[in-house]
């Protein structure tokens, strides 16, 4: 029997008025996906369990079978292992975005956060724009007086880790749910404590903001990486091996560093696949072939494509039903084609994370649906994928289970 967990991020979503009323979802052609539904089981499940962040870093630590409200300590750390960077007692990590901020004569706390991801700025751009920053001599010495230490990365999505740091009572907010809001009452806040990392970020900003790299990118018409945002953050965690608690090894599938450090600490192999970039021009093709290579490889592979849940943060309505499309028609439908030709049994749990709402282009909590498919049976069911399907099955309290109902280990 082969498992396999296909994760679109943040496909889920409420009615959308210019869809006439009907989801992303239920408006993306999926029929290799529709068809896993009609004959499987199609519910609603809760991943992000209150009073936790609704997003990815509580979904997946659920999805993946690990009850968030025991196991997560934030989002960076999981990062940080993915990385292999290593976190000592008392050191803590943050996510370190490179972000677009509103341009203009006024100060930071003035201006709106026009982007987490700086335009979905690309690979060398980052770099370069982190280079820019490292190399400034006011800015390594705010970094030293702070003891933050930034681990450089091409993509918007850096790493910062801070020594002997105390988070008690500093508030981080996430740059992707207050998209086109003023920064001010977003900034690290709370205590004392929270101005080395608001300073870090005012001056970030002063020295991106008329940057050659910045300059680039609006000459090119994109918006320049003309900030950062420290927020994602936390202190080290460890997490059950999925060996121990499922018997089976495992590879995971992802562009994104959360789905590969919750991987690592798991005990799974992580799968880096060249052009893979998290967003919509990723690269299925190569995606499909490291699952289907892991399948041959391992009973279980997680599958996971970022692009739903960034095109909607980008506001790119059109991108995220074409990433949902895409999910089914190059990555599932072949996949699933594969598997009927080896004549080979298999279960799979297909499903959104959380939901990532068109409406304010920021994370959500709530129910999401899940489908979960036996190639040996058919259920009758006759339903497509889609939230109102689930909200019509069943119920599925703690996300932390669905691997249990995947591995049989659960009656369904």
């Known amino acids: 029997m082969k498992y396999l967990l296909i994760i679109g991020d943040g496909m889920a979503d409420d009615p959308v008025p210019e869809l006439c009323g009907l989801t992303p979802l239920q408006k993306a052609s999926i029929p290799a996906i529709d068809r896993m539904a009609a004959r499987g089981l199609v519910g609603s499940v809760i991943n992000c369990p209150p009073p936790l962040p609704a997003g990815s870093e509580t979904a997946i630590l659920s999805i993946f079978g690990c009850d968030p409200r025991r196991y997560f ?30 341009e203009g004569d006024m100060p930071l706390a003035e201006k709106r956060l026009l982007s987490h991801s700086a ?15 490292l190399a400034d001599p006011a800015f390594a010495r705010a970094m030293a007086e702070s003891r933050v230490e930034l681990h450089r990365f091409p993509a918007f999505r850096q790493l910062a880790v801070q020594h002997q740091s105390d988070l008690t009572g500093i508030r981080f907010t996430p740059p992707h ?62 997490l059950p091996s999925f060996r121990g608690q499922y018997g089976l090894d495992g590879a995971v599938v992802s562009a994104v560093p959360l789905c590969h450090g919750i991987g690592v600490l798991r005990g799974l192999e992580t799968v880096e696949v060249e052009g893979a970039t998290g967003e919509l021009d990723t690269n299925f093709e190569a995606k499909l072939e ?33 990433a949902i499309e895409w999910l089914d028609s190059r990555l599932t439908a072949p996949l699933l084609s594969r598997l009927e030709a080896a004549g080979q049994d298999h279960r799979v749990l297909l499903l959104s994370d959380h939901k990532t709402l068109t409406a304010t282009r920021g994370h959500a909590g709530g129910s999401v649906p899940f489908l979960l498919y036996d190639s040996r049976r058919d259920t009758g069911c006759g339903a497509p994928y889609n939230e109102e399907s689930g909200e019509r099955g069943p119920f599925v309290e703690h996300g932390w289970k669905l691997l249990d109902m995947l591995f049989e280990k659960t009656a369904e």
Not at 88 to 100: H, I, M, S, T, Y
Not at 210 to 229: C, H, Q, T, V
């Open 119 to 133: 335009g979905s700025i690309d690979g060398p751009a980052a770099l370069e724009a982190v280079e820019t920053l």
């Open 177 to 238: 749910d207050h998209l086109g809001e003023v920064c001010g009452p977003l900034l690290p806040a709370g205590n004392r404590r929270a101005e080395a990392f608001t300073n870090l970020m005012a001056l970030a900003h002063r020295i991106l903001e008329r940057s050659p790299a910045a300059e680039k990118r609006r000459a090119a018409g994109k918006l320049p990486a003309n900030g950062i945002w420290f927020w994602a953050e936390g202190t080290a965690v460890e």
């Open 73 to 102: 300590t934030g989002r960076s750390p999981m990062e940080a292992a993915a990385a292999g960077i290593p976190l000592l007692p008392g050191d803590a990590a943050f996510r370190c975005n490179l972000a677009a901020l509103e």
């Open 290 to 322: 490291a699952a289907w290579r892991k399948l041959n490889q391992y009973d279980f592979v997680c599958l996971h494509l970022e692009a739903p849940d960034e095109c909607t943060h980008n506001g790119d309505l059109a991108g995220k039903i074409q």
